[in-house]
């Protein structure tokens, strides 16, 4: 059973970075076929999708965020990576991580972080 | 971007009923791409329904997915307690970003 962990600070001052890790467990992220990724949740909103890396570092980012965002992988730690910066108080939200399954016929997200919240602020 | 309007925003019924749910995009998907979650308070999206109709390992057979083109649809018949949750769709385009609805909340009548 694949495990997604989110970690980071809860609290970042506005104009920093927002910087979270998701460390893979029961999986690795090397195994081709799926995008590891970032969505996050607006509070008492809906979802968002924030990007995605493959495990050959190919990355696929939200037009809305591109120009703030960047994600990164470690595979000989099997975690991957989200930096958002300048981060603003609209960037205040609970932040998960997940696995998308990329295959014929089958595009979706199977496993996801407990999430972490994440709030901008001074 | 693909926009995907979920319809209706709350939905209140009884256990028991049946309850349906609408998913719209601003343009075609294809089948293979849409895909359907549950969320409850406090918890991640979990997985129902992925190629618009295929159920995801271990979800009842309750929870059916239909629809093509532009429109798809939840159906989720004689509800349980436990069904009473918010409810998204998404989309995956190979050019396009990956967007959710906004959601349906299933509520208790």
């Known amino acids: 059973q694949v495990q997604l962990q989110e970690s980071g600070p809860g609290l970042v001052k506005p104009s920093q970075t927002l910087s979270l890790t998701c460390t893979v467990s029961g999986g690795s992220i090397k195994s081709g076929g799926y995008y590891w990724s970032w969505i996050r949740q607006h509070p008492g909103k809906g979802l968002e999708w924030i990007g995605y890396?493959?495990?050959?570092?190919?990355?696929s980012y939200n037009p809305s965020l591109k120009s703030r965002l960047s994600i990164s992988a470690d595979t000989s730690k099997n975690q991957f990576s989200l930096n958002l910066s300048p981060a603003t108080a609209a960037d205040t939200a609970v932040y998960y991580c997940?696995?998308?399954?990329?295959?014929?016929?089958?595009?979706?997200?199977?496993?996801w972080g407990q999430g972490t919240l994440v709030t901008v602020s001074s | 971007e693909i926009v995907l309007t979920q319809s209706p925003g709350t939905l209140s019924l009884s256990p028991g009923e049946r309850a349906t749910l609408s998913c719209r995009a601003s343009q075609s998907v294809s089948s293979s791409f849409l895909a359907w979650y549950q969320q409850k308070p406090g918890q991640a999206p979990r997985l129902l329904i992925y190629g618009a109709s295929t159920r995801a390992t271990g979800i009842p057979d309750r929870f059916t997915g239909s629809g093509s083109g532009a429109d798809f649809t939840l159906t989720i018949n004689s509800l349980e307690p436990e069904d009473f949750a918010v409810y998204y769709c998404q989309q995956y385009g190979s050019s396009q970003p990956i967007t959710f609805g906004q959601g349906t909340r299933l509520e208790i009548k």
């Open positions: 890396i493959y495990y050959t570092g190919s990355t």
């Open positions: 997940g696995r998308f399954v990329w295959s014929p016929n089958k595009y979706y997200f199977d496993f």
